[in-house]
């Protein structure tokens, strides 16, 4: 029986169970819709009585309701019916601060739990952050307030630890103080139909999975002031095994889809499909390995991205790594149409991502291994990549002479973003430390003249380049540099 046969099966025996399940109105257990009464201690008061009695839906129905953590127990679904508004409360001595990441709903090692309708979950988390700065500032909380803000108490939206059979689906968070909906370690995820609207504060990741399995992310819209999509393992022991992501529309600050970037076990298996990435300051697909981490066995098909900042960034490093040494291979990408931007893609936004590292060019997408551990058996396929062009080498320069390519620094231990090297010698693709590659029908289009090649390589071993077509207002010019690379084989 297959992986995804088998969520199948799991998405069918939990819509029953929730189907057939006790209603239990949120007015019974003296809930107050009024948008200032306290209603922490008589939700989970509601939650522990639906868990006891062996299951069913705390239904709200329209109204504001207020409340502090909740922490929602097996076989209890939380349903928000269209015009419900749970409301985080904006003060931080309302969460559970003893935990490792305080959050508003939260959920540890539970079964058959659910967030469902057409309600909103809104953490208010502006006025946290602003509360617990003012906390720290007088002493109160200790935290290091890198660039004033709080790293330590800021609580998520949603923090579901080792979980299984997760259901959210139709809801809409917004506004959360830190990431918004984090899934770590759960088994048999189901996301459908949701809206991430969170742009609140810095660090509002949209969708963190984390060390997760058998996941369904699918038709959810998400609009968040960092990395939007994104995947990531903590545990070394652990991985990300068995994930599909289809039918999405992202918008962020940083990156739309990302791996990473902590990846100490890794990510295999995965399936993303048929989604859309726009305005957007980073990548639209970034796949970064820097702790040591396997990444293996990834497939992006039908990604269509606008005015991002960048296209694709594959990339090795030597972070965090305790002796471990991180891989990348079979990596497929295909069907994929991107447009760069020419200025910031996410100019005017209430936080704006930083400024990449300068001096530099638009940089072209890339492709970034370490000296001996080579990114190995990437695809990409059916691609067209649309850059301004017009870079300027008065202003950032980077040429194809050997100590020219030789001087651009391996940064092993830095943060891994398309932007770290500064100028890179090419507008398309650079490709860095990787073996057995295969480029089919690939266009790249530079809208104006660009004093760079399209594509470069730097110590490349085997690859095959079938099909690649070069659009820039410039004629006889060479577009492909090789550089260390051996047996490349071209075809028209």
Avoid at 99 to 113: C, G, M, N, Q, V
Avoid at 438 to 455: D, G, Q, V
Wanted: hydrophobic fraction near 35%; proline fraction near 3%; charge should be neutral.
């Amino acid at each position: 029986m297959t992986k995804n046969l088998l969520i199948v099966l799991f998405l069918t025996l939990f819509t029953g169970l929730t189907t057939y399940a006790e209603d239990y109105k949120a007015s019974l257990f003296g809930i107050k819709s009024n948008g200032t009464t306290l209603n922490t201690t008589s939700i989970q008061k509601a939650i522990d009585y639906i868990h006891e009695k062996g299951g069913g839906r705390l239904v709200f129905y329209v109204g504001r309701y207020l409340t502090g953590n909740i922490q929602l127990k097996s076989n209890v679904t939380i349903h928000l019916e269209e015009g419900a508004i749970l409301l985080g409360s904006t003060n931080i001595y309302d969460y559970n601060l003893a935990e490792r990441f305080p959050s508003l709903i939260s959920a540890t090692k539970a079964d058959h739990i659910a967030l469902t309708g057409k309600g909103v979950i809104d953490g208010q988390g502006r006025d946290v952050a602003y509360q617990v700065s003012d906390q720290v500032q007088k002493g109160i909380l200790k935290d290091a307030l890198v660039n004033d803000r709080s790293a330590l108490w800021r609580p998520k939206a949603i923090y579901f630890r080792e979980c299984t059979n997760v259901d959210i689906t139709g809801i809409v968070i917004k506004n959360a103080a830190e990431w918004v909906l984090v899934c770590d370690q759960c088994t048999y995820l189901k996301i459908d139909r949701i809206t991430v609207d969170s742009k609140a504060f810095w660090n509002n990741d949209g969708i963190d999975i984390v060390d997760c399995q058998h996941v369904i992310i699918s038709n959810s819209f998400i609009d968040s002031s960092d990395d939007a999509i994104c995947f990531k393992s903590h545990d070394p022991t652990k991985m990300c095994d068995d994930v599909e992501v289809r039918n999405c529309v992202a918008r962020s600050s940083a990156s739309g889809i990302k791996f990473g970037t902590v990846t100490s076990g890794g990510y295999k298996n995965f399936k993303i499909i048929n989604n859309k990435v726009y305005d957007t300051h980073r990548s639209a697909i970034t796949i970064a390995t820097p702790d040591g981490g396997v990444v293996e066995n990834i497939l992006v098909d039908s990604l269509y991205a606008y005015n991002v900042g960048n296209a694709i960034y594959l990339r090795i490093g030597a972070r965090w790594n305790k002796g471990r040494v991180g891989s990348m291979s079979n990596i497929r990408i295909q069907n994929m149409y991107c447009e760069i931007a020419e200025g910031k893609a996410d100019a005017g936004r209430e936080y704006e991502g930083p400024i990449e590292d300068l001096p530099r060019n638009i940089s072209p997408a890339s492709i970034v291994g370490l000296p001996g551990q080579y990114i190995s058996d990437v695809t990409l396929r059916n691609i067209h990549l649309v850059y301004p062009g017009n870079s300027n080498p008065a202003y950032a320069f980077r040429g194809l002479l050997p100590a020219e390519l030789d001087s651009i620094p391996e940064m092993p231990a830095a943060y891994p973003e398309f932007s770290q090297f500064k100028e890179l010698p090419a507008w398309g693709l650079y490709v860095r430390h990787a073996k057995n590659l295969t480029l089919e029908n690939i266009t790249f289009t530079a809208k104006l003249k660009e004093y760079r090649p399209a594509l470069v390589f730097d110590d490349v071993l085997g690859g095959r380049l079938t099909g690649l077509r070069y659009e820039e207002p410039v004629k006889k010019k060479k577009q492909v540099h090789f550089y260390k690379t051996k047996d490349i084989i071209q075809t028209k």
